[in-house]
Antibody, heavy 115, light 111 residues
Framework: QVQLQQWGAGLLKPSETLSLTCAVY????????WTWIRQSPVKGLEWIGE???????NYNPSLESRVTISADTSKQQLSLNLTSVTAADTAVYYC?????????WGQGTLVTVSS | DVVMTQTPLSLSVTPGQPASISCKSS???????????LHWYLQKPGQSPQLLIY???SRLSGVPDRFSGSGSGTDFTLKISRVEAEDVGVYFC????????FGQGTRLEIK
């Protein structure tokens, strides 16, 4: 059974860096694209970016200047860094892999940006 | 960006009655490989989204056959033939032809 378990700081101040990690269990990391998605009442579901087993990444153009997605394949973990956060980055952040060959989501992490 | 527009934004349905959700994309979701990259998700209360239908009309294994998807190009529809209480939640369409974008969501409640 595939499980994604994520963690990271839930409360940030403006200008700080958001850092989240997601561990993958029960699936071969190299077989999928691993994705970060966030959800807020204002913007709804927003795709942040993705990484595959070889480390190739794609980012949402609207966030690309602030986002880094990386992976540690030996640990089967992916990470998200988002720099210079503002209140607009307040959201529930999900790690996930999407698609009919395997559609699995983490439990979500609420990240609040507030001074 | 490929903009996804869903209507209606909310639905209140009596159990056993049908429901229909429309999703329109700002550009065609038909790719050169012949596939159309439009998918439907359901987010049940307190849960992460879950895939129901991929590539317009293919139900994921385990999804009840009361759910069906149709459409082509830029216009798509999700239909529930007979709504049940467990269908409550927010339905999203999602395109994956150019990066990934989601519709705003349609909240389904039971009357």
């Amino acid at each position: 059974q595939v499980q994604l378990q994520q963690w990271g700081a839930g409360l940030l101040k403006p200008s700080e860096t958001l850092s989240l990690t997601c561990a993958v269990y029960g699936a071969s990391f190299s077989d999928y694209y691993w994705t970060w998605i966030r959800q807020s009442p204002v913007k709804g579901l927003e795709w942040i970016g993705e990484i595959n087993g070889t480390g190739s990444t794609n980012y949402n153009p609207s966030l690309e200047s602030r986002v880094t997605i990386s992976a540690d394949t030996s640990k089967q973990q992916l990470s998200l860094n988002l720099t210079s956060v503002t209140a607009a980055d307040t959201a529930v952040y999900y790690c996930a892999t999407l698609g009919y060959t395997g559609d699995y989501w983490g439990q979500g992490t609420l990240v609040t940006v507030s001074s | 960006d490929v903009v996804m527009t869903q209507t209606p934004l909310s639905l209140s349905v009596t159990p056993g009655q049908p429901a229909s959700i429309s999703c329109k994309s700002s550009q065609s979701l038909l790719y050169s490989d012949g596939k159309t990259y439009l998918h439907w998700y359901l987010q049940k209360p307190g849960q992460s989204p879950q895939l129901l239908i991929y590539e317009v009309s293919s139900r994921l294994s385990g999804v009840p056959d009361r759910f069906s998807g149709s459409g082509s190009g830029t216009d798509f529809t999700l239909k529930i033939s007979r709504v049940e209480a467990e269908d409550v939640g927010v339905y999203f369409c999602m395109q994956s032809i150019e990066f990934i974008t989601f519709g705003q969501g349609t909240r389904l409640e039971i009357k």
